[in-house]
């Protein structure tokens, strides 16, 4: 899915999605381990953690937009452009990480993805990921829907959220070996007042490309007004994030 992102707010004001991404890095068997490939590196903060980590590291993203504060911020780091449905390395790697991209792809074009992963492993090489999971943003998603039907729209569902045996299934067509795989409820904190707006904002733009501008406006704020029972505590706004988590090995 090709979005345009605003690159300096999301590095702001978004930074929960690479520092959850910590997490995920644990997964990592670090035995033996040199080249790392970050696919969908966005604003390259994992990349530099895992350079920090003393991994050799590649940073690849689709984004222009995040990859020049990528290169910025972390100059010493390789990052390059390119799709994750389309692409070739030189030389394989040990690891392929990847953190909060994978459900932006559409579910006709993963098996693309997960071959081009397989194919930049070594023999033995490890595909660490996370992504949104089955269930996720589903209060979010379910009222965008039903209040664009309100307004004459059609909402489209602009993510992929698979459950773990269907993405299982999935690396092991291809020809990876599952061997860690957990779906869990993960409430994240937004950031201000206007947390929950701002976020729809942020990552839900394409349904709304055929939106009148002032129908969008009311929209969402129709929905800040219908989540807020949900969503909104102690003077907080909560997204309703479901994770995919997940650790394949290529044989």
Same mark, same amino acid.
């Given at each position: 899915?090709? $979005?345009?992102?605003?690159?300096?707010?999301?590095?702001?004001?978004?930074?929960?999605?690479?520092?959850?991404?910590?997490?995920?890095?644990?997964?990592?068997?670090?035995?033996?381990?040199?080249?790392?490939?970050?696919?969908?590196?966005? #604003?390259?903060?994992?990349? #530099?953690?895992?350079?920090?980590?003393?991994?050799?590291?590649?940073?690849?993203?689709?984004?222009?937009?995040?990859?020049?504060?990528?290169?910025?911020?972390?100059?010493?780091?390789?990052?390059?452009?390119?799709?994750?449905?389309?692409?070739?390395?030189?030389?394989?790697?040990?690891?392929?990480?990847? #953190?909060?991209?994978?459900?932006?792809?559409?579910?006709?074009? $993963?098996?693309?993805?997960?071959?081009?992963?397989?194919?930049?492993?070594?023999?033995?090489? $490890?595909?660490?990921?996370?992504?949104?999971?089955?269930?996720?943003?589903?209060?979010?998603?379910?009222?965008?829907?039903?209040?664009?039907?309100?307004?004459?729209?059609?909402?489209?569902?602009?993510?992929?959220?698979?459950?773990?045996?269907?993405?299982?299934?999935?690396?092991?067509?291809?020809?990876? $070996?599952?061997?860690?795989? %957990?779906?869990?409820?993960?409430?994240?904190?937004?950031?201000?007042?206007?947390?929950?707006?701002?976020?729809?904002?942020?990552?839900?733009?394409?349904?709304?490309?055929?939106?009148?501008?002032?129908?969008?406006?009311?929209?969402?704020?129709?929905?800040?007004?219908?989540?807020?029972?949900?969503?909104?505590?102690?003077?907080?706004?909560?997204?309703?994030?479901?994770?995919?988590?997940?650790?394949? %090995?290529?044989?």
């Amino acid at each position: 899915m090709n $979005q345009n992102w605003n690159a300096e707010k999301y590095t702001s004001d978004f930074s929960f999605v690479h520092n959850y991404g910590n997490d995920v890095l644990e997964l990592i068997d670090t035995a033996g381990v040199k080249d790392v490939l970050d696919l969908g590196c966005g #604003n390259g903060a994992l990349t #530099n953690t895992l350079a920090e980590k003393g991994f050799s590291v590649v940073g690849m993203d689709a984004s222009e937009e995040m990859l020049e504060i990528a290169r910025n911020n972390y100059p010493g780091i390789s990052f390059i452009r390119s799709d994750a449905v389309d692409f070739a390395l030189e030389k394989p790697v040990d690891v392929v990480f990847s #953190n909060a991209v994978f459900h932006w792809i559409d579910k006709a074009d $993963q098996p693309r993805m997960l071959e081009c992963v397989y194919r930049a492993l070594k023999s033995g090489g $490890q595909f660490v990921f996370e992504m949104g999971g089955i269930g996720n943003n589903i209060l979010i998603h379910s009222a965008l829907a039903d209040i664009f039907r309100e307004y004459g729209y059609t909402y489209k569902m602009p993510f992929y959220f698979p459950s773990v045996g269907e993405y299982a299934g999935m690396l092991e067509a291809v020809g990876f $070996q599952v061997r860690f795989a %957990v779906l869990f409820d993960r409430p994240t904190k937004l950031k201000g007042e206007n947390g929950l707006s701002d976020w729809i904002n942020m990552f839900v733009k394409n349904p709304f490309l055929e939106v009148d501008k002032g129908d969008k406006d009311a929209i969402i704020e129709t929905a800040v007004k219908r989540l807020s029972s949900d969503l909104y505590k102690d003077n907080t706004w909560y997204a309703d994030y479901v994770r995919l988590r997940m650790r394949a %090995v290529k044989k």
